[in-house]
């Protein structure tokens, strides 16, 4: 929660808002010089408040630094990598290794559809993990993995975020968007 006290915060008040990396509160004193808010400050402000602040603002930085493109033909054999780390085999659904060749017609196949949306999220140039969405009728299927060089940081939750803002841009008829979790 934010709340403006001088006319030169304003724009970073604004910000804040508009970006939902925060939510405006407006303080009221009464006649009797009480505070008097809308929510309890217990609830919002306790021992772990700098942890959850500062967890905040990490995400907010990786999502401001990052990127979203396109998948394409040069990124195979990264997302090749990413698909068979080990993590990754273990949490999907066919845990078995996958041939390169087998993964390069699959992915160059998958660039090219039109019901498949296929981005790459970069970190300073370097991807950092890639979200795809299988499109049906107004439903999108949501598939991503975080690279293992990143992981741990929040980088699953930026892909989503900046994965579902370009499907809605690039396809705004898109009104579900499903996945599968194991």
Do not use: C
């Amino acid at each position: 929660f934010v709340h403006q006290t001088a006319e030169n915060q304003k724009y970073l008040f604004q910000f804040l808002i508009d970006s939902s990396a925060a939510k405006a509160y407006h303080l009221s004193l009464n006649l009797n010089s009480e505070l008097n808010l809308d929510w309890e400050p217990n609830q919002i402000i306790d021992d772990l408040s700098p942890e959850r602040l500062l967890k905040e603002f990490k995400l907010l930085e990786l999502e401001l630094l990052s990127k979203i493109r396109f998948a394409a033909p040069e990124d195979v054999e990264v997302v090749f990598n990413w698909a068979n780390d080990k993590e990754v085999r273990e949490q999907s659904f066919s845990q078995d290794k996958i041939e390169f060749e087998d993964h390069k017609r699959w992915f160059l196949g998958k660039i090219e559809e039109n019901s498949t949306e296929y981005f790459i999220i970069l970190s300073n140039e370097k991807p950092v993990g890639q979200i795809r969405f299988e499109i049906k009728n107004s439903d999108a299927l949501i598939s991503f993995l975080v690279s293992p060089d990143v992981r741990g940081v929040g980088w699953g939750s930026v892909i989503l975020k900046k994965g579902i803002k370009q499907l809605s841009a690039n396809r705004p008829e898109i009104k579900i968007v499903n996945g599968y979790v194991k």
